[in-house]
């Protein structure tokens, strides 16, 4: 367990604009957005003072450095997921709509009345409720793998569940709620082996350690640009190529044609045939300066500070009492859920706000896993680079005055 003594952050809390003008502000809710370092905020004001055009259309120089931006950020995103091709990256407005992406297009052409898409407890309700309208529509079965009483998947269960009627599995990275990494690399194994292909949600995983797709081996993968230091409305799917290119439009409109008459329509190559519509430039130009940024940082530094901080919290939690840490499985990403004896985790928040120290809490849209846990709502506290040990230690000054008002 490192409890970071004497361990410095290894980012400039200046670097961040939010935090730099909120010196007193303590913010622990980073797996719902993470801050934005000023590289991130003088890259998308840089391309809207001196690039802003739409892409892949007009010949003017604008429009040419606009392309080249936009081009130059997938290629980025592609770095950053060790992707074999720029071509492999759709750009989405996020995680959820990257697996809709998915769920419509892949799936509406290869699911049909009874093939099994195989979820987990753990996932985020964008992993399950687009596969739910999917089965819906196709007649396919949604099975959902359980969770252990200390947040680890039920590997067992996986087993008994996965069976040659699987068509696909998806399955987090990490949970969004409890923090818990499942075992990917024996979940994407199984299910090849079954025939069914994999998608990863990335979205809690991309920040906090290195999302190699070429060594994990799944099929698809999808992350949020807000909670990796970058602009929200951002995103991305990473495909094989070969299932991508076979994949139909999900959305119609400008930008993703071939050829277009009231006789019918071809379609642009992969992947600009599922980037309907004027893209979001700016954002993009954003997500590569936050991906550039988070690259050149040292990244096992920076997992070993979060992980500490996690570690210095939950030591100090064990002797408050009163204080329930849910998810306490050998393998999370920088978080901590708890409740609490003798008051509601919504009242800890507010008085917890009212001492500037943001924090998360609710059902996190992660229902199923709440009520597998047996509890209605968790409060979490989520590190990112820039929190500090001296942070910590203020929660947990904080938290047994608080509930101490609260009894």
Excluded at 283 to 298: E, F, I, Y
């Amino acid at each position: 367990m490192t409890i970071l003594q004497g361990i410095h952050c290894p980012v400039e809390r200046a670097d961040f604009p939010l935090l730099a003008r909120n010196p007193g502000l303590i913010y622990f809710d980073n797996a719902a957005t993470a801050q934005k370092p000023a590289c991130v905020l003088d890259a998308e004001r840089a391309y809207y003072e001196t690039a802003n055009a739409n892409v892949h259309r007009a010949a003017h120089r604008l429009a040419v450095a606009a392309t080249e931006a936009f081009e130059g950020a997938r290629a980025t995103v592609a770095r950053f997921l060790n992707a074999t091709n720029p071509d492999e990256i759709v750009f989405t407005r996020g995680t959820t709509e990257a697996i809709n992406l998915v769920a419509q297009s892949w799936g509406r052409a290869q699911l049909r009345a009874g093939d099994e898409i195989l979820l987990t407890e753990l996932d985020h309700h964008a992993n399950i409720v687009p596969w739910q309208l999917l089965a819906q529509q196709t007649g396919a079965v949604i099975r959902a793998v359980r969770v252990l009483a200390d947040g680890t998947l039920d590997l067992a269960h996986f087993h008994e569940l996965l069976s040659p009627r699987t068509r696909l599995v998806g399955c987090t990275l990490a949970s969004n709620a409890i923090g818990t990494m499942p075992p990917v690399a024996q979940i994407i194994a199984a299910a090849h082996a079954q025939g069914a292909k994999v998608l990863l949600d990335a979205a809690q995983a991309v920040a906090h350690q290195v999302v190699d797709v070429q060594k994990l081996g799944a099929d698809f993968c999808v992350f949020s640009g807000h909670k990796v230091y970058g602009p929200t409305g951002i995103g991305a799917l990473w495909c094989r190529c070969e299932i991508l290119e076979a994949m139909p439009p999900w959305q119609g409109g400008g930008e993703m044609i071939d050829q277009v008459s009231f006789a019918g329509s071809t379609f642009a190559p992969a992947p600009t045939r599922f980037e309907a519509g004027t893209p979001p430039i700016a954002q993009a130009v954003g997500l590569a300066a936050a991906l550039d940024w988070l690259m050149a940082q040292d990244r096992n530094a920076i997992a070993l500070h979060e992980n500490g901080l996690r570690d210095r919290l939950e030591a100090g939690l064990g002797a408050i009492p009163g204080v329930q840490v849910f998810g306490t499985a050998p393998d999370k990403v920088p978080l901590t859920a708890m409740t609490f004896t003798q008051a509601h985790p919504y009242d800890v928040a507010q008085f917890l706000d009212a001492r500037d120290i943001a924090v998360r809490v609710g059902s996190h849209c992660a229902q199923p896993l709440l009520a597998a846990l047996g509890v209605p709502a968790l409060l979490r506290v989520s590190f990112a680079a820039y929190n500090t040990p001296e942070e910590v230690d203020r929660f947990l000054a904080a938290l047994p005055e608080i509930l101490e008002l609260l009894a």
